[in-house]
């Protein structure tokens, strides 16, 4: 497969130099000038633009967040998930500091799409948490948080949102220059991370075509933590093994379980090690554009280890003493080869504005090792594509409709390969229209899929059919503040790890078992909003609630198989109720300076009906203030992040202890606003306390990291 994936590249990549011989040359459209953080992709000053495909107009959307420029390097991180986490409803499922996906208002795995540049991301990080995603936030220019009616248009998997990371990957403009150049390099104290990326675009002739190579790499040792590295209740239960093992006699037993309860200062097993190529090419003219991108990406990654997680996977007489095999240092090796392609083309006048096609292809693989030997290969082939139709603004009328088509193929190999061997694919068809009436704005997007879930080993086949629509409407008050509300009606079919999964998962280091009778899950969801802007105030609220009928869900049984703790699919009512809200205002200014304070806030409460209790892994009320000093050269940063206790929990899962972390930073800009580059100083977590995000499965024995010391520079050239 991977010599068709290198023959399908080279193919495509020689079709936008084909298409420049055949037409004739316009003069190349060229980027707008004047925005601040960066002197090639421009937006006017202070505008908040949503670049996702297939959306033109965001403004009646509520939760929507985008992280780019000096935030954008202040807060990444090796995974996109803890990148994210300080953004209004975003935490992180942090199960290792090589595997971080978003959770989005609670809702994390297959409710939660993760889109590069409008589609997905081809590889399997939403069918389990220790799986990473094949996106290096070292690449990215921007990255965009979705709720509300739109999200329809990316897939039923987006119940719960989507996140979307731009990167330029295929070039979307002309540079100015004759060569761009783009940097990134960081250090971070907590995990001896070293880490450098880097972008170049080069304008060929005078015919629009531009070319694109790109890199990246990354290398962290184990991670250093505030304090120990269990929990109170692993800490708690080490203890009482400990004591139990000294009176029957077993001193050294007893002393491994009082050692493991004791230990603290770093995470075992939690080094990384991260590269990324990439090279496009676009051919860019005033009516459309066409481009295409080859791009490898390869990462090797520690799995934290379970206490007491050894399990058979022998014949019984070869296991050590005591009925379990020592268990190796569990690690990943993933990498995924990925062809893209996207083109838009204006036509001229009429109902319709514009065509647009996105596609792409992944070859996509990952190994999970015990020790040096391997445990189990996961291979999948998988494709996207979508086209749409734009409409033209008639008098406040615009919108979008398409279709999308996505396959994969995925194999497991090898003897705790839990999940058999299965094949998705999903055809939708999908409209967006938006509505304008003066200060009445109206939103309404219907989606239909057909999907069908397969398994040959298992001789199952099951068939789907979704039917989703959702609707906004927003009124403004004013010419600057604006209220609304949102409902929704949609449907997901469960996945192959829903349906399939029935066996040890050495990563998870538990025994997952899945049901092939789930049925389709619904649900109806409402959402109020607030918006208000001024030259000194922004405030962003919305309070939203979900109610699922055959919600799916994963949870811990309290028994165990093969020595592992098993971790069920199971299909129940669900209710989630919660509220987020950002606010910043300024303080004070004058000549030169501007102090602005802001504040994020946000809480989810999950519950499966007919006294089924919590809902597993939701975050607990988060609060998050900052108070920052700008100038034309510099911004200097306080701020504090504080967590509730979460008690309301699910069966076998432990309650999470409340943390208060504060950090401070400041960003030099030695050209200006108006240039990228910037030098960044920031010290996390100063306190060094112990934290640990209730979303991550490996919460108990995988805190955050300690005391970060971390120095980052951008230039743009």
Avoid: C
Wanted: hydrophobic residues 40%; negative net charge; glycine residues 10%.
């Amino acid at each position: 497969m991977t010599r068709f994936t290198l023959l399908l590249a080279s193919t495509i990549l020689a079709a936008p130099a084909a298409a420049q011989q055949a037409a004739p040359a316009p003069p190349p459209a060229t980027a707008q000038q004047g925005r601040a953080g960066d002197d090639y992709h421009t937006t006017a000053p202070g505008e908040i633009v949503v670049t996702a495909n297939f959306v033109r107009e965001l403004d009646i959307l509520s939760g929507t967040s985008v992280l780019s420029g000096t935030d954008l390097v202040r807060d990444i991180r090796p995974q996109i998930g803890d990148t994210l986490a300080r953004l209004p409803g975003v935490s992180a499922t942090s199960f290792s500091p090589g595997a971080s996906r978003p959770v989005l208002r609670g809702f994390q795995g297959e409710r939660v799409r993760v889109l590069t540049d409008g589609i997905g991301s081809i590889d399997v990080s939403n069918t389990s948490a220790d799986h990473a995603v094949t996106i290096d936030p070292l690449t990215a220019e921007r990255i965009e948080v979705l709720h509300g009616p739109a999200v329809l248009l990316f897939g039923s998997q987006a119940i719960g949102g989507a996140v979307n990371v731009l990167d330029r990957r295929i070039p979307r403009r002309v540079p100015d220059e004759p060569v761009h150049l783009d940097l990134i390099g960081t250090y971070g104290s907590a995990d001896d991370e070293r880490s450098i990326g880097g972008g170049v675009d080069l304008p060929l002739g005078s015919g629009g075509l531009v070319a694109h190579l790109d890199g990246s790499y990354r290398k962290t040792n184990d991670r250093e933590i505030g304090g120990f590295l269990l929990s109170p209740e692993l800490r708690a239960e080490q203890l009482e093994i400990a004591a139990e093992e000294l009176a029957e006699g077993h001193a050294d037993e007893a002393a491994e379980a009082q050692e493991l309860a004791e230990f603290r200062g770093v995470i075992p097993n939690s080094a990384t090690e991260t590269y990324t190529l990439g090279a496009g090419l676009a051919l860019i003219r005033d009516r459309g554009n066409l481009g295409v991108s080859v791009s490898y990406f390869n990462t090797d990654y520690g799995v934290p280890s379970r206490p007491g997680a050894g399990h058979h996977h022998g014949e019984e007489g070869e296991e050590e003493e005591g009925g379990e095999e020592e268990e190796a240092p569990v690690t990943i090796a993933m990498d995924q080869i990925r062809v893209d392609l996207r083109g838009e083309y204006e036509v001229d006048g009429g109902f319709i504005d514009k065509v647009r096609v996105r596609a792409g292809y992944a070859d996509y693989e990952h190994i999970e090792f015990e020790g040096d030997e391997v445990g189990t290969r996961f291979l999948t082939d998988g494709f996207e594509g979508r086209f749409e139709l734009v409409q033209a603004d008639r008098n406040g009328w615009r919108g979008a409709s398409g279709v999308q088509y996505f396959t994969r193929d995925f194999d497991a190999i090898g003897a705790e390969a839990f999940v058999a061997p299965n094949k998705t694919s999903q055809l939708g068809l999908f409209t967006l229209q938006e509505f304008e009436f003066g200060p009445l704005q109206f939103e309404a997007a219907g989606r239909y899929e057909r999907s069908n879930v397969k398994s040959r080993p298992l001789g199952i086949s099951r068939d789907f059919n979704a039917f989703s629509a959702a609707a906004g409407a927003a009124y403004k008050l004013t010419p600057r503040v604006r209220i609304g509300a949102n409902v929704s009606r949609a449907e997901r079919a469960p996945a192959a790890e829903e349906l399939f999964s029935n066996g040890p998962h050495i990563a998870t280091q538990a025994f997952e078992i899945g049901d092939p009778t789930l049925r389709k899950e619904k649900s109806v969801g409402a959402e109020l909003y607030a918006r208000a802007e001024t030259d000194d105030f922004r405030l962003s609220a919305s309070v939203f609630a979900n109610w699922f009928d055959d919600y799916i869900f994963q949870s811990d049984t309290g028994e165990e198989e093969d020595g592992l703790p098993v971790f069920q699919y199971f299909q129940r009512d669900a209710r989630y109720l919660g509220f987020e809200a950002e606010a910043s205002a300024t303080l004070f200014r004058s000549d030169g300076l501007k102090i602005v304070g802001d504040v994020v806030t946000d809480y989810v409460r999950a519950t499966i009906r007919n006294e089924g209790g919590p809902v597993p892994r939701i975050p607990p009320l988060r609060v998050l203030g900052g108070i920052e000093a700008q100038t034309a050269a510099l911004d200097a940063r306080v701020e504090f992040e504080w967590a509730d206790d979460q008690e309301r929990v699910a069966a076998f899962e432990n309650p999470t202890d409340g943390h208060t972390l504060v950090n401070a930073s400041i960003a030099w800009r030695p050209l200006g606003r108006e240039n990228g580059t910037t030098l960044l100083l920031s010290a996390n977590n100063i306190f060094d306390v112990d934290a640990r995000r209730h979303a991550s499965f490996t919460k108990d024995f995988v805190p955050l990291a300690g005391r970060d010391i971390r120095l980052s520079l951008r230039a743009s050239f």
